[in-house]
């Protein structure tokens, strides 16, 4: 702002002082000679500047003042305000959309991974589950063609229980592939109510036996003919009870209980089981669903039963619930409209009586005494049969039925082979193998894999656990001999190598860098006490840490030797090196190698090299 205050005879003496009021600062500035004052940072708003003059004789003038309106910037207008605001939100809105849309991209990944992973389990369980009644159906009917005398009656049996699984494990999935397209129509009859469910039910007795659980029937139901679909109620009833039985551990109780209410038939399947946990509870009606779908659950099932149960149900116009808590047991009640009838129709009811499947024992097979011993590991009991009568007169075997029981077999037994399913309870196949094969004691047993699974994955998974061969159910029983005669061929190399020299020399073949090294600890164990003929097995089983059983087994599998013949064997094996320095005779050489009398060193010396030490000397001299 420029100013000038006006006095003509001595316009250099004139002095200013100004001020700017609504400023930051309102007093009075001296502003001298000058004619101009600025501002600089004054916000927008309403100002007052005032200048006075003062002239050469001291006297000042009156200020003058000048409003100053400071306006705001175009981009802090009001317009410029709301388009920001109008900016920010559509900004906000961009960012929200964005978001969502990625939310919803992950959900969608996250339902394709789950689809994707139900579709893995769907496809593992069903081909296990037919995978394992064709395995039974086509190597029982090879071995029935083969030998009817031996296997025509079990055989038969076998495979029409087999067959008739399969066909039920299809029928479930076709029925509930109808439900789904509303396809499925029933097949009303009238017919005796109490009877045919005493019938259904008792029908589970020998199953119920066999797994060794209590079956109860109670039925509060007075004697009524009703309208039902036998089919159908025998498909509801039969799976809710197979579901009880297989999902009760030995000991516990089944109970099923029938009565009505007003105009609803009531079923409980009551059992003392494992139970359901509250997380599990909602999704058990899902198709495909187990609660525990690894490799080492119990019991076989596909998931597909209880699906089938709930639609059935709710076509028939009634309603399924279930109660559960985990380790204490389950309920399920099912209520059906009861649509009473005066008469029995003239047709008797016609409904199929159920097939259970019994669990039975592989039979005890003529053994070959001294013939190699085979533990079979297997929770399915006829496929267990099946492979025992691939194998039966050749070899000694055991049966163990699930994973852990075969842990511990293997440890008790030391066979010289195993042959594991992989989906077993409590463990499974892998498990199984890992745990042989890094015990020291059963590291060098040969573990054949059966498996369900065809997918390279499963095959390599079971490789790497260290499992010596890897076999697809339905197997071919000549590949079955096949390997287990190569692997068994191996072990008898490995005899040859452990028994031929004083030492392990050469490097180990793959895989039996473990059972290498024992040998050379047992052999320098021996070697250092080499004179000592009080070493005995107690002695070695401190040295090495094991104890007399193991130990005799381990060293019978490998050098087809016991514990006191393998090491005379070391000890003759040191005997036949000393005799080639000709300064010991041969009373010394005996004492040096642990023998403390001559005559049975000789004697034991010719078993082996079929001449005495004497003549052994002669021909090693005669050859220099
Ligand atoms: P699955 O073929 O596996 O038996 P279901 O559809 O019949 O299929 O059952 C689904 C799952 O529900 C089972 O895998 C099991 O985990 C659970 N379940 C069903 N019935 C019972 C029961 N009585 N006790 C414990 N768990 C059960």
Aim: overall charge negative.
């Amino acid at each position: 702002i420029r100013y000038r205050g006006i006095q003509f005879n001595y316009p250099e003496g004139v002095r200013y002082q100004y001020r700017m009021e609504g400023s930051s600062n309102e007093s009075w500035i001296d502003a001298g000679e000058k004619r101009e004052a600025s501002f600089f940072d004054l916000a927008p708003g309403s100002y007052t500047f005032s200048v006075k003059a003062m002239n050469a004789d001291g006297f000042w003038s009156d200020p003058i003042s000048l409003n100053v309106t400071i306006l705001q910037p175009w981009w802090w207008s009001w317009s410029a305000r709301i388009a920001y605001l109008l900016l920010a939100i559509a900004a906000a809105y961009g960012f929200y959309r964005f978001q969502l849309s990625r939310r919803l991209a992950e959900a969608e990944a996250t339902r394709l991974a789950e689809l994707d992973h139900v579709k893995t389990r769907l496809y593992t369980n069903i081909t296990h589950e037919f995978r394992t009644p064709l395995t039974v159906i086509q190597g029982m009917a090879d071995k029935v063609a083969e030998r009817p005398d031996r296997f025509l009656e079990n055989g038969i049996s076998m495979i029409r229980r087999n067959s008739q699984q399969l066909l039920r494990l299809v029928n479930q999935l076709l029925d509930l592939a109808k439900l789904e397209s509303g396809h499925l129509s029933l097949n009303t009859q009238a017919i005796e109510i109490n009877p045919f469910l005493a019938y259904l039910i008792e029908s589970f007795e020998s199953y119920a036996e066999t797994c060794q659980l209590d079956l109860q029937h109670h039925s509060t139901l007075e004697d009524l003919i009703v309208e039902v679909d036998p089919d159908r109620l025998t498909d509801i009833l039969s799976n809710l009870m197979t579901n009880a039985i297989k999902f009760t551990p030995e000991g516990g109780q089944v109970s099923v209980e029938t009565h009505r209410s007003r105009n609803q038939l009531q079923i409980t399947v009551q059992d003392t089981g494992q139970g359901i946990a509250a997380e599990d509870l909602p999704h058990i009606f899902d198709r495909f669903y187990q609660v525990d779908s690894s490799d080492t659950r119990g019991g076989e099932g596909t998931g597909v039963g209880l699906a089938l149960t709930r639609e059935l149900v709710q076509v028939m116009g009634g309603k399924i619930t279930v109660e559960s808590r985990l380790n204490q047991g389950s309920t399920f009640r099912v209520s059906l409209p009861l649509k009473v009838v005066e008469e029995v129709a003239v047709d008797a009811p016609a409904f199929t009586p159920l097939v259970e499947p019994t669990a039975i024992q592989p039979s005890s097979a003529p053994i070959a005494t001294g013939a190699p011993h085979i533990l079979v590991v297997e929770d399915n009991a006829d496929v267990a049969q099946y492979i025992q009568s691939c194998l039966e007169g050749d070899f000694r075997i055991t049966w163990a039925k699930d994973g852990q029981a075969g842990i511990e077999q293997a440890l008790e037994l030391i066979p010289d082979l195993v042959i594991s399913d992989v989906m077993m309870p409590r463990k499974d196949g892998f498990e199984l193998c890992y745990a042989l094969k890094h015990d020291r004691t059963t590291s060098h047993i040969p573990v054949i894999l059966l498996t369900a699974r065809a997918d390279a994955d499963s095959k390599l998974a079971g490789l790497r656990k260290g499992a010596d061969a890897y076999l697809t159910k339905p197997f071919d029983e000549k590949e079955l001999r096949i390997r287990i005669d190569n692997l068994l061929a191996l072990r008898r190399t490995l005899q040859e190598r452990y028994l031929s020299g004083v030492e392990v020399t050469e490097e180990a073949p793959a895989g039996f860098e473990q059972e290498d090294t024992f040998i050379s600890q047992f052999k320098a164990v021996v070697t250092e006490r080499l004179d000592d003929p009080k070493l005995d097995v107690s002695a070695l089983g401190m040295a090495l840490n094991l104890s007399r059983t193991p130990l005799h087994n381990k060293l019978k599998a490998l050098t087809g030797m016991s514990t006191t013949e393998f090491v005379r064997h070391i000890r003759l094996q040191h005997a036949a090196e000393l005799l080639k320095e000709p300064q010991y005779n041969i009373s010394e050489v005996a004492h040096a190698t642990g023998f403390q009398s001559p005559n049975y060193f000789t004697r034991r010396f010719r078993e082996l090299y079929g001449v005495t030490p004497k003549e052994w000397r002669e021909a090693r001299d005669a050859e220099k």
